[in-house]
């Protein structure tokens, strides 16, 4: 139940003619505690509600917990999260071993594409594409649930 990943800015949308899905998402956050975040997702047409941990150190991973709900669960807490929701879409890359999820931002994040990389371990090599830009792996203003109080527009 540890997550690995890194994270990085997009540079271009090249990625989206190397896509094998795409999929809407829309979250919000019950909890934005800097040790603990309790997100409600709905992903396609499927709930999610996941509770993360506090970042280690390096910023690579955390610890993280997620359930399937239904999307009536997932929309009747929706209604009772922080002020904030997150609105984007999800692509995912194949890049040799690893999976890329881009997420393409929506409203108040408009402009904003972040790639991630799940790993097996922190030192795990994987190959980077073209498009993938600066590295913000750790770097808090990146994290959905501060996109949420913290939106894109505003910075």
């Known amino acids: 139940m540890i997550e690995i990943e890194r994270k990085f800015l997009v540079k271009n949308t090249n990625f989206k003619a190397q896509a094998t899905n795409k999929t809407k998402i829309v979250q919000g956050f019950l909890n934005t ?3 603990r975040t309790v997100r409600v997702r709905i ?3 499927v709930g999610f509600l996941t509770v993360k941990g506090k970042t280690s150190e390096s910023g690579l991973s955390r610890f993280e917990w997620e359930k399937q709900i239904t999307l009536n669960e997932a929309t009747s807490l929706l209604n009772i999260c922080e002020p904030g929701v997150i609105d984007k ?11 890329f999820e881009i997420d393409e931002f929506f409203g108040d994040n408009q402009g904003l594409i972040v790639a991630e990389v799940e790993l097996n371990d922190e030192n795990e090599a994987f190959e980077k594409p073209s498009w993938l830009g600066d590295e913000v792996t750790g770097n808090v203003k990146y994290y959905n649930s501060q996109l949420s109080k913290h939106p894109f527009c505003n910075w």
């Not at 692509?91 to 040799?96: L, M, N, R, S, T």
């Open 89 to 99: 879409i999800r692509y995912e890359v194949q890049v040799k071993n690893h999976t």
């Open 43 to 45: 992903k396609g047409d």
């Open 33 to 35: 505690h800097k040790a």
